[in-house]
């Protein structure tokens, strides 16, 4: 007997996991450099941040009055000749340096390992990059910016995920990228937690779960391509909804299980993007059904494994993204049952839907099969 195992790769967001703007310098003039570098920094060439500094904000605020004299004097030296010195700057507090204070404790201090940096760049159509905070703030680690060659600028190491166009991105969500501060934490709501849906392909939060299904070759030109991955979802959704039931659908015809089984309500949100790339976007409430469908979908599209699962082989659901996902253990009985009791003829038609919508639109998923 074989395993064919499926890795849903889907992240689980805790519930303590922040949300972060992160705006890319003046005009957002540094966002390819935050991309090359996987990093994300402050206009503060020179600040030179120890970490008992790190407790004192007398000693943050002087060294911000530091940092932002060696930057408008584009060095270490004043119109006069006279050398910029740290101990020339008080360390009280002041409206001149409050909001870079706050600023300056995000990033070293409030922004935590695995939080999630969204940079926003210019333009109604610019980029935004997604990424997640690589580990803790550590004063060795800066960069000399080309656009700030002046002094070495400390930096907090970020994992970019993707690269999206704000155009992708509905308008309640693009608002929160136009005003400064530099960094602003975005509160997590329903709402806000939409960000996760353009940072990930697939993802679970204690609200339910989500998966995105790439459709790179869907351009809206021709609307019957989007019958063979329509079938083949709703198929893996009865398939689902059937198994949580206890319902058998051995000797059920693959159009009898989804005329018995299919719930359109299951979805808690189903979307597909007509713009190219298109994209089918699933989000439900019980955050194993999207998992379901985007193992049972990648399985498919393997060519031949679908129909060699059954009695002979068996399917095991994993997640290396969270491997002590709770729900690959429930979803390894679904599809093993699934596999067991549904006629060879329903495989088969999934895997020709799968192959079709492979080649009409490009369909693929986050899942891997192995």
Not at 103 to 117: A, E, F, S
Not at 325 to 337: F, K, P, R, S
């Amino acid at each position: 007997m074989t395993t064919f195992t499926v890795d849903l790769r889907s992240k689980i967001i805790a519930p303590t996991q922040k949300i972060w703007i992160v705006h890319p310098g003046r005009n957002r003039s540094h966002i390819d450099t935050f991309e090359a570098e996987g990093a994300v920094f402050l206009e503060f060439p020179g600040l030179e941040l120890a970490q008992q500094n790190l407790a004192d904000d007398g000693s943050i605020r002087q060294r911000i009055r530091y940092a932002q004299a060696i930057r408008s004097n584009r060095g270490f030296v004043r119109q006069d000749s006279s050398p910029i010195r740290i101990g020339d700057f008080m360390t009280a507090a002041d409206t001149d340096v409050a909001v870079h204070l706050r600023t300056v404790k995000h990033l070293t201090q409030r922004m935590l390992q695995g939080d999630l940096v969204i940079v926003p760049g210019r333009g109604a159509g610019g980029r935004v990059l997604f990424g997640e905070v690589a580990g803790d703030f550590l004063p060795q680690q800066s960069i000399r910016v080309p656009s700030l060659p002046f002094a070495d600028t400390p930096v907090r190491r970020v994992t970019w995920l993707q690269a999206r166009s704000k155009l992708e991105m509905p308008a309640y969500l693009v608002k929160y990228f136009e005003k400064p501060p530099a960094i602003a934490e975005v509160v997590r709501t329903p709402e806000t937690e939409a960000f996760f849906d353009f940072a990930y392909d697939a993802y679970s939060t204690d609200r339910g779960a989500w998966v995105s299904l790439d459709a790179p070759k869907y351009d809206g030109s021709d609307f019957l391509s989007l019958v063979p991955p329509a079938q083949l979802i709703a198929l893996a959704v009865s398939i689902y909804k059937a198994m949580e039931a206890k319902k058998s659908i051995a000797g059920l015809t693959y159009d009898e299980i989804i005329a018995r089984y299919y719930d359109e309500s299951a979805f808690a949100e189903a979307q597909i993007r007509f713009a190219s790339p298109g994209r089918y976007n699933l989000k439900d409430h019980d955050a194993k059904l999207a998992k379901f469908v985007c193992g049972f979908v990648a399985l498919a599209m393997t060519g031949s494994l679908l129909t060699a699962c059954g009695p002979a082989n068996d399917v095991k659901y994993v997640n290396t993204l969270a491997p002590h996902d709770q729900a690959t253990g429930e979803l390894t009985d679904m599809i093993n049952t699934a596999a067991n009791t549904a006629g060879v003829d329903v495989l088969k038609r999934a895997e020709a839907d799968a192959a079709a919508a492979r080649r009409k639109i490009g369909m693929s998923t986050p899942a891997r099969v192995r």
